[in-house]
């Protein structure tokens, strides 16, 4: 079965400073996709960003881009000029098991 | 634009009773899923179905079962409740996942179990 690693429990960053989130997979797959979802206190699930595993070229919205490292099965998310509405948690998914990370509690700071 | 909407949102069950909850999808979707959150574990999968008239065992799910008779409901049942069983759930559609869409999630059902 696919597993999804989630190792930072909770971040923290300074308003309009960088956050990386980390995330690592494993599988036997070759063709899937990588998500980024965050729940803010609303507990609503929001999409924040997709990879496709075949495509080389991380993906960008916005203030949100992905480090994504196939060989070594790395799915990391960048956030950019943090704000204090990016504060929530993050979850990394894996598609098409649907599997989810432990997720990661980010705080930012004013 | 209903999207998912899962029924109720809260609940509290004492210990041995039983019953269901409703996921209702308006988008056609052919996958749905079941998940519960607990602190400190994610979603984890519980039952999944790929379609009408099939569901399938995920990661943790001993003690419910489910049952998509018609294509837009999915129903997570717990025979008989126990205090581990207390979480958020949360149900979750999307079409194929082997394209690339996104999972569309309900508001999620807050469960104590007494």
């Known amino acids: 079965a696919q597993t999804v690693t989630q190792s930072q429990p909770e971040m923290s960053v300074q308003e309009a400073e960088t956050v990386t989130l980390s995330c690592t997979y494993d599988?036997?797959?070759?063709?899937?996709?990588l998500f980024w979802y965050k729940q803010p206190p609303s507990r609503q699930m929001i999409l924040v960003i997709r990879q496709e595993a075949y495509k080389q070229q991380n993906a960008t919205e916005n203030r949100f881009s992905v480090n994504f490292q196939k060989a070594a099965k790395s799915f990391s998310l960048k956030i950019s000029d943090s704000q204090l509405g990016d504060a929530a948690m993050y979850f990394c998914a894996f598609s098409p098991d649907m599997r989810f990370g432990a997720g990661t509690r980010l705080t930012v700071k004013p | 634009n209903a999207g998912v909407t899962q029924t109720p949102k809260f609940r509290v069950l004492k210990t041995g009773q039983s019953m269901t909850l409703l996921c209702a999808q308006d988008?056609?979707?052919?996958?749905m899923y079941w998940y519960r959150q607990d602190p400190g574990m994610g979603l984890r999968l519980i039952h999944y179905s790929v379609g009408e008239g099939t569901t399938a065992k995920g990661e943790v799910p001993d003690g419910y079962n489910v049952s998509r008779l018609k294509k837009q409901n999915f129903l997570l049942g717990l025979e008989s409740a126990a205090p581990s069983q207390t979480s958020v759930y949360f149900c979750?559609?999307?079409?194929?996942?082997?394209?690339?869409?996104?999972?569309?999630f309900g508001q999620g059902t807050r469960l104590t179990v007494v």
């Open positions: 979750a559609s999307t079409t194929t996942p082997s394209m690339n869409t996104e999972a569309f």
């Open positions: 599988t036997s797959e070759s063709d899937y996709y």
């Open positions: 988008m056609n979707h052919e996958y």
